[in-house]
T-cell receptor, first 114, second 114 residues
Framework: GQQLNQSPQSMFIQEGEDVSMNCTSSSIFNTWLWYKQDPGEGPVLLIALYKAGELTSNGRLTAQFGITRKDSFLNISASIPSDVGIYFCAGQTYSGAGSYQLTFGKGTKLSVIP | DTGVSQDPRHKITKRGQNVTFRCDPISEHNRLYWYRQTLGQGPEFLTYFQNEAQLEKSRLLSDRFSAERPKGSFSTLEIQRTEQGDSAMYLC????????????FGEGSWLTVV
């Protein structure tokens, strides 16, 4: 099956620093999405990318859909304590009966040191 | 609109009992998904509905699991004869095809089987 390799698995940064994380896959995806999940909660959508090469920003977050459609990165600028959480990348494919399944990475756990 | 809502948020049950989770998707979203997430992992696809039709099931969905969406609005996920390995967070998500099929998740239902 499809797999996403998300890195790093975890990171500790100082408040105010920039953060970068990425996902790679051997498979092509039609859409890339980035979610943030707090403990005990469901994933919250941060950014959705629909076209290869697309670069999209949402406040301090910037994400890009790789040209090959097999990778994506997420950058967070000037981190703040509330950025703490687990960030998941997810690739979406149109398959089978049009199921639009999401395949998730294993997540990047971000800790921010005040 | 308050987003995808799930009920109950937490359920503790004895092994062998049946449990049922309910999901109310975002209004007018025609696609509804169930995912399962265990600790330290990303969500994994279980099943998908377009309107009231269940169009795809994952191999993760054993015979003890059944999902319904009788009127194309809310959905239920029932687990019969629960096992300890069923302990996980069960996530519901919804999307609207005509808006890029961006998938939005609910807050999840935690199941603990003792």
């Amino acid at each position: 099956g499809q797999q996403l390799n998300q890195s790093p698995q975890s990171m500790f940064i100082q408040e105010g620093e920039d953060v970068s994380m990425n996902c790679t896959s051997s498979s092509i995806f039609n859409t890339w999405l980035w979610y943030k999940q707090d403990p005990g909660e469901g994933p919250v959508l941060l950014i959705a990318l629909y076209k290869a090469g697309e670069l999209t920003s949402n406040g301090r977050l910037t994400a890009q859909f790789g040209i090959t459609r097999k990778d994506s990165f997420l950058n967070i600028s000037a981190s703040i304590p509330s950025d703490v959480g687990i960030y998941f990348c997810a690739g979406q494919t149109y398959s089978g009966a049009g199921s639009y399944q999401l395949t998730f990475g294993k997540g990047t756990k971000l800790s921010v040191i005040p | 609109d308050t987003g995808v809502s799930q009920d109950p948020r937490h359920k503790i049950t004895k092994r062998g009992q049946n449990v049922t989770f309910r999901c109310d998707p975002i209004s007018e979203h025609n696609r509804l998904y169930w995912y399962r997430q265990t600790l330290g992992q990303g969500p994994e696809f279980l099943t998908y509905f377009q309107n009231e039709a269940q169009l795809e099931k994952s191999r993760l969905l054993s015979d003890r699991f059944s999902a319904e969406r009788p009127k194309g609005s809310f959905s239920t996920l029932e687990i019969q004869r629960t096992e300890q390995g069923d302990s996980a967070m069960y996530l519901c998500a919804s999307s609207l095809l005509n808006t890029g099929n961006t998938i939005y998740f609910g807050e999840g239902s935690w199941l603990t089987v003792v």
